[in-house]
C-alpha cells in the first residue's frame, strides 16, 4: 500500500532559517498534499502538487515532487516561531475515494 | 471562509457505551471523510462517503462503526460499542475537488 514517510522526525531551527522537510511515498500517486497540525488540534491544508507538478508555491511555502524518486519536499523560508507545528505529506491515489495516506509527521520548533 | 465542524471537540465516554461523533461539512462538497489519530500516531483513513454511502472504507472501520449523513448538512460517525483502544482523536474531512478539507477534530477517550 502507498505510505507517505517523513524525515526527518523532528527539526529544530533558529528563527529566521529556512526549513526543510522531505517525504517519501511508495506506489504511484494522483495528488500530494502537505497540511500542518498544531499540538493537539486539527489538520490545516498548505498546498497540494499533483502528480504532473514538478514545483509549487504558496507564500513563504516551496514544495517539490519527483515522481520518478517518489518524494517531495517542503521548504518553509524565514521561518518564524508561529510556524512550530508537525508538518505531514498525505497522497492519494487516482482509484476509488481519492483517500489520503498520511506519513508519520515532521515535528518541526522554531528557536526564537 | 467556509470550514468544516466538529462536535463535541472533546467526549470522554465508558467501554462498551455508544458514542456519535458529529460534523458538518462545508456545505457545497460532496465526499465526506473519517479519519482518526490515536496518540502520537499517523493519521489514519477510517471511511469516505459519497451519494449517500460508503464508497471505501479500512480494516479499522468494522461492524462496531457505521456513518450516516441523516439531512443535507450532517454527517456523524458512531461507535457501538467503544473499545478502551478507540481512544483517539478523530477527524471529519470533506472535499469539493481535490483538496480536502479537516475539521478540528474531536477528541475521544474511551475509559
Known amino acids: 500500500s502507498q505510505q507517505g514517510e517523513e524525515d526527518p522526525q523532528a527539526l529544530s531551527i533558529q528563527e529566521g532559517e529556512n526549513a526543510t522537510m522531505n517525504c517519501s511515498y511508495k506506489t504511484s500517486i494522483n495528488n500530494l498534499q502537505w497540511y500542518r497540525q498544531n499540538s493537539g488540534r486539527g489538520l490545516v491544508h498548505l498546498i497540494l502538487i499533483r502528480s504532473n507538478e514538478r514545483e509549487k508555491h504558496s507564500g513563504r511555502l516551496r514544495v517539490t515532487l519527483d515522481t520518478s524518486k517518489k518524494s517531495s519536499s517542503l521548504l518553509i523560508t524565514a521561518s518564524r516561531a508561529a510556524d512550530t507545528a508537525s508538518y505531514f505529506c498525505a497522497t492519494d491515489s487516482i482509484q476509488g475515494a481519492q483517500k489520503l495516506v498520511f506519513g508519520q509527521g515532521t515535528r518541526l520548533t522554531i528557536n526564537p | 471562509e467556509p470550514e468544516v465542524t466538529q462536535t463535541p471537540s472533546h467526549q470522554v465516554t465508558q467501554m462498551g457505551q455508544e458514542v456519535i461523533l458529529r460534523c458538518v461539512p462545508i456545505s457545497n462538497h460532496l465526499y465526506f471523510y473519517w479519519y482518526r489519530q490515536i496518540l502520537g500516531q499517523k493519521v489514519e483513513f477510517l471511511v469516505s462517503?459519497?451519494?449517500?454511502?460508503?464508497?471505501?472504507k479500512s480494516e479499522i472501520f468494522d461492524d462496531q462503526f457505521s456513518v450516516e449523513r441523516p439531512d443535507g448538512s450532517n454527517f456523524t460517525l458512531k461507535i457501538r460499542s467503544t473499545k478502551l483502544e478507540d481512544s483517539a482523536m478523530y477527524f471529519c474531512?470533506?472535499?469539493?475537488?481535490?483538496?480536502?478539507?479537516f475539521g478540528p477534530g474531536t477528541r475521544l477517550t474511551v475509559l
Open positions: 462517503f459519497y451519494n449517500n454511502e460508503i464508497s471505501e
Open positions: 474531512a470533506s472535499r469539493l475537488e481535490t483538496e480536502q478539507f
